[in-house]
């Protein structure tokens, strides 16, 4: 995990084209829209049918390691003929840097040829995989999307529609699908809606993908989102939309509007940049400061530490800035360099913070190691006194659905109390907003109900881990100071 990015990690990105010509075109600028949720490696499958040979299915094939933009070039997208596909970026950690893990998976069922890509985490999927195996199947990846290959396979249904169908009603968990067949495409979502996915119209053909940012940079329009449930199919014939699963309570992931999604997206219709000032000018009701001047961790507690000035009165300042020009290839340094590793992405600016209160906004708190460097090089331009607000209430449980989250024991608010943190992290106080905080900044009403697991232990289904309870020494919103 990246030093100054010491964030919960979004494990992936999926898009999807139906009737459009030069599909890859579309599914590489969808992809680097999406780069965001997955920067470990890139990959995509066209289907083509050559006008000369016009029953033929020809399959294109492109997988690379690393950035959108460095593993694909213009002589990939001109290979990958057709004009319908699937698309996948891929962040992961554990056992993740192997091409075979590497999405869409593309096989042949008696049917003919699927292409999919995942974005979430199957939680029966070890359970699933080893009933498969047992009777047979020979699984080619570590990959929990997999199991979705075989269960379509291998189901005895007569269409592939119905064969997705029977797959989907066998797993549990989290799943925004793009499936593509020899002559539709398939958008499907968990009945929890627990990823997003959504779906767009461009050039008279359909495009569907994990975030409107995609749409945007295509160009295309914003139809809606995938409902939780929904597998929506679309082919020659027209569209056409099915719930394979019985109805379960919604349980959207918190994560995506405080800090995976881009704040230009929008999710459930709504803007994700609305969402996070609202968030931040709740934390701002809940755990006030006063100081002199407010500042983001930059780039994503921006939009919070906006919401959070206005609702305070105090004035927004940028107090610190960001060297975007890192690479990915920057070399951990060690140890003993950890304070330089943070300075070489983050300058402060000494005329905003010297001899100021500063009220410092960050989305959430993961490891806190970062945060501390943060807080001691403000501290180190003269700033009077630091007042930390996060916009995440205090992370204390890991998540199964798609989100790679560090074990309990380096989760900082699983180990130590609020009060705890704050003089960990050297700060004159420190405060996170509540998750009923959170609840009204999302505007949660029946029927559109949040994820915060990560927050509660409260996961949406039984996924049979020993869940324990946070050290707590906190009531309402969990504010600490040092006086
Ligand atoms: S546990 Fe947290 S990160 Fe995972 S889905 Fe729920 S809210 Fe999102």
């Known amino acids: 995990m990246n030093d100054v990015d010491e964030k919960l990690k979004e494990e992936c990105g999926v898009a999807g084209v139906f009737g459009i010509e030069n599909a890859s075109r579309i599914l590489y600028l969808s992809l680097f829209a999406l780069q965001h949720r997955g920067q470990e490696a890139a990959g995509m499958v066209t289907f083509d049918r050559p006008k000369q040979a016009p029953d033929t299915l020809e399959l294109h094939v492109h997988k690379a390691f690393g950035l959108v933009s460095e593993g694909v070039n213009e ?101 925004s699908l793009a499936i593509i067949t020899k002559d539709a495409l398939y958008a499907a979502r968990d009945p929890r809606g627990l990823r997003p996915l959504v779906l767009g119209k461009l050039d008279g053909g359909h495009v569907v993908a994990s975030e409107t940012c995609a749409l945007d940079l295509i160009g295309a329009e914003y139809v809606r989102d995938v409902e939780p449930g929904e597998v929506i199919e679309i082919s020659k014939e027209g569209s056409s939309t099915w719930y394979p699963q019985d109805k379960k309570p919604l349980s959207f992931c918190s994560f995506e509007p405080i800090y995976f999604a881009r704040p230009d997206s929008l999710l459930h219709g709504e803007s994700i940049y609305v969402r996070r000032r609202r968030i931040g000018e709740v934390l701002a009701e809940e755990c006030p400061a006063e100081g002199d001047v407010v500042i983001a961790i930059p780039d994503s507690g921006m939009a919070m530490a906006e919401g959070f000035a206005k609702r305070s ?171």
């Open 75 to 175: 002589a990939v997208l001109n290979r990958l003929k057709g004009d319908f596909g699937v698309g996948h970026v891929r962040y992961s950690t554990t056992g993740g840097a192997l091409l075979e893990n590497v999405q869409p998976f593309q096989f042949k069922t008696i049917l003919g040829a699927v292409a999919i890509a995942h974005n979430g985490n199957l939680t029966n999927a070890r359970e699933i995989r080893k009933k498969l195996e047992s009777t047979g199947s020979v699984f080619q990846s570590t990959s929990d999307t997999e199991v979705f290959v075989h269960l379509i396979a291998r189901s005895e249904s007569a269409t592939i529609r119905e064969r997705i169908g029977d797959a989907l009603r066998q797993v549990t968990g989290a799943y």
């Open 313 to 483: 009165g105090i004035p927004l300042a940028m107090g610190l800035v960001r060297n975007h020009y890192i690479g990915r290839t920057f070399l951990q340094p060690d140890q003993n360099q950890r304070d330089t590793s943070v300075k070489l992405k983050l300058n402060p600016i000494k005329s905003v913070l010297y001899g100021k209160r500063v009220i410092v906004v960050d989305d959430s708190l993961v490891r806190g190691t970062t945060a501390a460097r943060i807080l001691k090089m403000i501290k180190s331009q003269g700033a009077k006194e630091i007042h930390f607000r996060v916009g995440a209430p205090p992370i204390t449980h890991s998540c199964f659905y798609g989100v790679d989250t560090p074990n309990r024991e380096e989760l900082m608010a699983a180990q130590k109390t609020v009060a705890a943190i704050r003089q960990h992290l050297d700060a004159d106080s420190l405060g996170f907003i509540s998750e009923a905080g959170l609840r009204k900044a999302l505007e949660e009403v029946e029927g559109k109900s949040y994820c915060m697991a990560c927050f509660s232990g409260a996961y949406p289904e039984n996924i049979g881990t020993s869940i324990t309870k946070q050290p707590t020494d906190a009531k309402g919103p969990g504010l600490f100071s040092k006086r």
